[in-house]
């Protein structure tokens, strides 16, 4: 029991690592793309064509001086970037191996459980600031979160009626005849926008308006905790680019093509960013309680019909 234990902790360090060092090249991946979408260079002095960027970036800003506000709530102030952190790692313990490490039955309650707590972190680190404009940034992020987790949580139920279990694992077997892309096209094209809103990114990021609100819920925070804050943000789009290829593109975590297939959705999302204008607040409302649950509310009594009826 006691060596399971270990190598379960050995395992978990591992992946955290590697999942760190995915969001480092992740982030020069983005520049590097948006460079070239605004046609000039990414960072290109650091090291070889810039390879060794991230590490100057991290040194930099974890090396900087720590400033807070006198009238914040000094506690939360600090405590709201860590959590973050640690919530957006947490979700990585869902990957579903081959090897049973972490393979919970009820995964996708998990999944939720651990999105709709990031809220509060957002909410906190917000309100913790004592700035207005912190405070106005992070509760247009929880808005936007709360309205989509709705759609976000209705695709998953779609899902648990066809697949029959909560286990991220049974999404492998149920997927080697042919993707459920194929076969729930607009559920992945709502997934896709859901997760752009749901980890505050363009065309969503009211969050972060810089027109309006000056950098929205983080404009406070600099150094180490504007770096945790940025790495979990970039930890969540990879989670969440990997729980799209689970859910719609084939499982498969022991082939390689899966893991090229997570680059290429992360890399939309760097696209996504590149080429579209950021929408107004009050459209993103309306898309999601208009537009979006409506759609995913007759997906689902499709699914449960089409269950039912085989």
């Not at 009626?161 to 997927?175: E, H, K, N, P, T």
């Not at 752009?196 to 990114?201: I, M, V, Y």
């Not at 993103?284 to 449960?304: C, D, E, I, R, V």
Request: glycine content about 8%.
């Amino acid at each position: 029991m006691f060596r399971e234990m270990m190598m379960l902790m050995m395992v978990s360090l591992i992946l955290v690592i590697f999942v760190m060092v995915g969001v480092a090249f992740f982030t020069l991946l983005e520049r590097k793309v948006l460079g070239y979408i605004h046609l000039r260079k990414g960072p290109n002095k650091v090291g070889f064509t810039g390879i060794l960027q991230p590490f100057g970036d991290a040194i930099k800003l974890f090396c900087k001086e720590h400033v807070y506000p006198n009238v914040s709530n000094y506690l939360l102030y600090y405590v709201c970037p860590v959590f973050s952190l640690f919530l957006s790692l947490i979700l990585w313990m869902l990957m579903p191996y081959m090897s049973g490490m972490f393979n919970f039955n009820l995964g996708l309650f998990f999944f939720l459980v651990c999105t709709s707590m990031g809220v509060y972190t957002i909410m906190l680190s917000g309100w913790s600031s004592n700035s207005n404009y912190a405070l106005l940034g992070g509760l247009r992020a929880v808005a936007q979160t709360i309205s989509y987790e709705v759609s976000l949580a209705l695709i998953l139920l779609s899902f648990v009626f066809l697949v029959g279990s909560y286990s991220l694992l049974d999404f492998f077997y149920y997927q080697m005849g042919i993707w459920f892309m194929f076969f729930c096209f607009p559920l992945c094209n709502v997934w896709f926008v859901s997760c752009l809103a749901e980890t505050n990114r363009s065309p969503f990021d009211f969050a972060e308006g810089e027109s309006e609100l000056v950098s929205g819920f983080n404009v406070e925070y600099g150094s180490g905790g504007f770096a945790l804050i940025f790495l979990s943000e970039y930890s969540s789009i990879l989670f969440m680019s990997m729980l799209m290829c689970v859910f719609f593109l084939g499982s498969g975590l022991n082939s390689f093509i899966f893991y090229l297939k997570l680059i290429f959705v992360a890399f939309m999302y760097i696209w996504v960013r590149g080429t579209v204008p950021r929408y107004r607040y009050d459209k993103l409302m309306f898309l999601a309680w208009k537009g979006f649950l409506p759609l995913s509310l007759n997906f689902l009594f499709f699914y449960l019909g089409l269950k039912i009826f085989f």
